[in-house]
């Protein structure tokens, strides 16, 4: 697997990944993804099997800290360790752009999720009540590195 920056000319790419494995409520437009891959600090991992797009993660990263905005991997792809691959890639890529510590929200329900996270060092540090458009709860979690 292959892991590249995505830009622009990905965004129909990503589109149709991010439709893989989000709800129709949560869905991420090639719209909306085109408007936030310019965005300052917002770096996005593009995972290849091949020549297939196997997943991607979207970061931020502003001043110490880091967000994972989304991160999701082709049906296809899933239980071969793309997401976890991803993850890693993100974390020294906020650890090299200075951030201390990375944030994201998961889906009370989405302990696949959570256990992804959990191995790689997150911790829950706070609940969003009724987050998302199903009205479920997000966990807050955090990774530190950092001072």
Known sequence: MDIIEACQAHGAVMA?????????DDLWDEAVLKQLLPMAGVVTALAMQ????????????VADEAEVLTLCVAKAFRQKGIARQLLAWGVMEAQDRGADHMFLEVSVHNAAAQALYAGAGFVQAGKRRAYYPDGSDALVLMHSWGV
């Open 50 to 61: 091949g020549d297939q797009p196997a997943g991607f993660l979207m970061i931020r990263c």
């Open 16 to 24: 149709a990944l991010h439709a893989q494995s989000f709800s129709v």
